[in-house]
């Protein structure tokens, strides 16, 4: 920049700086602040030939022209994309599908949800499994208590939402390890995620209860909170809740704050599926779609 321009320009920004200045000082407030700040005219002007020769060695390199860039990699917003997308999908069609109120999904209905569910999280979910069904997949699901994991277990033990008590009896299941020496990381994620359905009101319960206790022990289900999106992979961990609740569901403690249900009422309206995991690849907590 020739020095011409430069003492020109600022002449030009010390006369519109005082200018400023003096409408602002005109203000009491305003008049407080800049007495009692370090942040003066002065000092501004005395660093303005200083800025604008800075300035100037800048828009030189401006206006050179930029070199050719390297493509960026597209690996981290991909995913990104794809994870809202992937939940957006799902959050807008279950919503146009199930009814939002009690009910046991249709053939047509099932089988929407099933692809739809399993194509965007690739958890195989399953409204009947080996001829078992529930007799609701939607309905409300209600808070639920720790439950003993071992004998001996105790509240402390717990290591999360301790406020939500421990149930004074076993889970319709029994313990989910016969000792403490025998409690691994696969018994602490059952009981931290698990769910309860209303075996009981089945209607073979009673003729083939042997046959369906075993077969509904743990078994691993997929429960998702149609209007947020949240999903959880958990195990049947107890039986219930009564009709008498109005609840089909319920819900461990970390269930339902993931589900963003553990406030208010802790009860909202959910979809339960069972999940088709005989090798047991999926793993049991929150879902990332």
Same mark, same amino acid.
């Given at each position: 920049?020739?020095?011409?321009?430069? /003492?020109n320009?600022?002449a030009k920004l010390?006369?519109?700086s005082n $200018?400023?200045?003096?409408k602002i000082l005109?203000?009491p407030s305003?008049k407080?602040?800049?007495?009692?700040t370090?942040?003066l005219?002065?000092?501004?002007?005395q660093k303005?030939?200083?800025?604008?020769a800075g300035?100037?060695l800048?828009?030189s390199?401006?206006?050179?022209p930029?070199?050719?860039?390297?493509?960026?990699p597209?690996?981290?917003?991909e995913?990104?994309?794809?994870i809202?997308?992937? $939940? /957006?999908?799902v959050l807008? +069609?279950l /919503?146009?599908i199930?009814p939002?109120?009690?009910a046991?999904?249709t053939e047509d209905?099932?089988i929407k949800?099933?692809s739809?569910i399993s194509?965007?999280?690739n958890i195989?979910?399953?409204?009947?499994?080996?001829?078992?069904?529930?007799?609701?997949?939607?309905?409300?699901?209600?808070?639920?208590q720790?439950?003993?994991?071992y004998?001996?277990d105790?509240?402390?033990?717990h290591?999360?939402? /301790?406020e939500?008590?421990?149930a004074?009896?076993l889970?319709a299941?029994? #313990?989910?390890? $016969?000792?403490?020496?025998?409690?691994?990381?696969k018994i602490?994620?059952?009981?931290?995620y698990y769910?309860v359905?209303?075996t009981? #009101?089945?209607?073979n319960? +009673?003729r083939d #209860?042997r046959?369906?206790?075993?077969w509904y022990?743990?078994r691993?289900m997929?429960?998702?909170n149609?209007v947020?999106?949240q999903?959880?992979v958990c195990?049947?961990?107890?039986?219930g809740?009564a009709?008498?609740?109005g609840k089909?569901?319920g819900?461990?403690p970390?269930t339902?704050?993931?589900l963003d249900l +553990?406030k208010?009422?802790?009860k909202?309206?959910v979809?339960?599926?069972?999940?088709?995991?005989p090798?047991?690849k999926?793993?049991?907590?929150?879902?990332?779609y």
């Amino acid at each position: 920049m020739p020095e011409n321009n430069l /003492q020109n320009s600022i002449a030009k920004l010390e006369k519109r700086s005082n $200018k400023l200045r003096n409408k602002i000082l005109k203000n009491p407030s305003a008049k407080k602040f800049f007495t009692k700040t370090t942040l003066l005219a002065f000092e501004l002007r005395q660093k303005s030939s200083r800025l604008l020769a800075g300035a100037g060695l800048v828009g030189s390199l401006l206006a050179m022209p930029m070199p050719p860039m390297a493509s960026i990699p597209t690996e981290v917003s991909e995913p990104i994309k794809s994870i809202l997308s992937n $939940k /957006q999908k799902v959050l807008g +069609n279950l /919503q146009e599908i199930i009814p939002h109120q009690p009910a046991k999904l249709t053939e047509d209905q099932a089988i929407k949800i099933e692809s739809l569910i399993s194509e965007n999280t690739n958890i195989p979910v399953k409204a009947v499994l080996e001829g078992q069904s529930l007799n609701h997949h939607v309905g409300y699901i209600g808070f639920e208590q720790h439950l003993k994991r071992y004998p001996g277990d105790s509240l402390p033990e717990h290591d999360e939402i /301790q406020e939500a008590g421990m149930a004074p009896g076993l889970g319709a299941f029994g #313990y989910f390890t $016969k000792d403490s020496q025998n409690f691994s990381t696969k018994i602490y994620l059952q009981e931290k995620y698990y769910c309860v359905v209303q075996t009981l #009101y089945l209607e073979n319960w +009673n003729r083939d #209860y042997r046959q369906l206790w075993d077969w509904y022990k743990f078994r691993k289900m997929l429960v998702i909170n149609p209007v947020n999106g949240q999903a959880v992979v958990c195990v049947v961990g107890d039986a219930g809740p009564a009709d008498w609740t109005g609840k089909q569901f319920g819900g461990s403690p970390e269930t339902m704050q993931y589900l963003d249900l +553990n406030k208010g009422p802790r009860k909202g309206l959910v979809l339960l599926l069972f999940i088709d995991d005989p090798e047991n690849k999926i793993p049991l907590g929150p879902v990332n779609y």
